[in-house]
Nanobody, 117 residues
Framework: QVQLVESGGGLVQAGGSLRLSCAAS????????MSWYRQTPGKQRELVAR????????NYADSVKGRFTNSGDSAKNTVYLQMNSLKPEATAVYYC??????????WGQGTQVTVSS
């Protein structure tokens, strides 16, 4: 089992920045990808950024490219999502995800991000 705990959400004005953190614990040695998703009411959860656990490969949704940065600190078993130049449409609940290919998919509890115009 893997446990994920997100933090860092909050209220920010458009153009501002936030950094989300996701602390992982448990059997994390076999995790292949760490990702961030977001969801708004009535919509499907969408992928924001995905990173291989070695940090070599990172992919972003087109809507956040150049403004969001996904990174990790292996010593702390923590991944981060730095979000800059935030827009009101970024308002959502953000979820951390850990994927072990062909085996299991783990989710955090989510953290609310609200961007005011």
């Amino acid at each position: 089992q893997v446990q994920l705990v997100e933090s860092g959400g909050g209220l920010v004005q458009a153009g501002g920045s936030l950094r989300l953190s996701c602390a992982a614990s448990g059997t994390i040695s076999r995790i292949n990808y760490m990702s961030w998703y977001r969801q708004t009411p009535g919509k499907q959860r969408e992928l924001v950024a995905r990173m291989t656990v070695d940090g070599v490969s990172i992919n972003y949704a087109d809507s956040v490219k150049g403004r969001f940065t996904n990174s990790g600190d292996s010593a702390k078993n923590t991944v981060y999502l730095q979000m800059n130049s935030l827009k009101p449409e970024a308002t959502a609940v953000y979820y951390c995800n850990a994927l072990r290919k062909f085996w299991a998919n783990y989710w955090g509890q989510g953290t609310q991000v609200t961007v005011s115009s």
